[in-house]
């Protein structure tokens, strides 16, 4: 019987088409995942973006906890790393809930409302707020205490007054210095292109008052829904130590369940 001549072996046509086919489905699968998460990045950048709610400033509108997502497409989302944006849909309106790089630490974010826009004039007396001389009707908002104190309640300060805040009451010294600039005898005048912002937990938020305007390009966005709410301190949610984070994680998969506000699930602003 004659046998072939022995010899390295040759991969058959079909052997050859199968790793070829191997090769394809793994690009095509690398290519999916691309395409999948360019779209992610995308809409990230330009529609929507989730961020957490740290602190009590917001309350009883926002809690701390409540996992928020942002509409972005809203004001005209920036161009990531270019100074330009997109068109917006609409200005920035008073009453508008908004996220923003906080102006002394872009980096930071902060959501506030919007109580007076470039051109308004903003007073408050006896913790009422007015804009152009007319008294606000706010039901969201949340007072912790009766007493009345300049800078906070009644604003803005006179001129001679605010030599003498102190300190600790989070007035910062960059605004001290320029805001008698915008100090009218009907009030604190607004510059075009910037926002006045506050929190509704008008007695606990560090706001406006204490450091100054917003500039309208800080504005990433408005609140659209809560998609997830969990009960849990401040520390929680800011510990930047990566054991205490961790341990803090931790406890979120522990209490899931029976800390999750699950009646916060859904809620519109």
């Known amino acids: 019987m004659e046998t072939a001549p022995s010899g390295p072996e040759r991969a058959s046509p079909t052997d050859s088409g199968s790793g070829s086919a191997r090769k394809e489905g793994a690009w095509e699968n690398l290519r999916s995942l691309l395409l999948v998460l360019a779209c992610v990045l995308l809409f990230r ?26 509409n972005k497409l809203l004001y005209g989302p ?14 920035v309106r008073r009453g508008d809930i908004v996220a923003f790089r906080y102006p002394q630490n872009p980096s930071v974010m902060f959501v506030k409302r919007v109580m007076a826009v470039g051109g308004d004039v903003v007073r408050i007396e006896k913790k009422r707020v007015m804009v152009n001389g007319k008294i606000l009707q706010e039901p969201y908002v949340q007072y912790q205490s009766a007493a009345i104190f300049s800078l906070r309640d009644d604003f803005p300060p006179t001129v001679s007054q605010i030599g003498t805040l102190p300190a600790a009451w989070g007035l910062d010294p960059a605004w001290a210095r320029t805001m008698p600039n915008f100090i009218r005898d009907d009030g604190l005048h607004v510059p075009l292109g910037n926002l006045f912002v506050m ?15 917003v500039p309208e390009a800080n504005v990433v966005g408005k609140p659209l829904f809560i998609y997830w709410s969990f009960d849990a301190p401040k520390e929680v949610w800011t510990e930047s130590d990566l054991l205490a984070r961790l341990k803090s994680d931790l406890s979120i998969i522990r209490n899931f369940f029976s800390r999750t506000r699950w009646s916060r699930t859904g809620k519109f602003f």
């Open 199 to 213: 929190g509704d937990n008008r007695d606990n938020s560090l706001d406006s008052r204490f450091w100054g305007f």
């Open 78 to 91: 920036s161009l990531p790393y270019t100074p330009w944006r997109l068109p917006a849909l609409r200005t």
């Open 45 to 70: 950048a330009f529609v929507a973006e989730a961020t957490v709610i740290p602190t009590a400033s917001m309350e009883q509108t926002i809690l701390i906890g409540d996992h928020v997502f942002l």
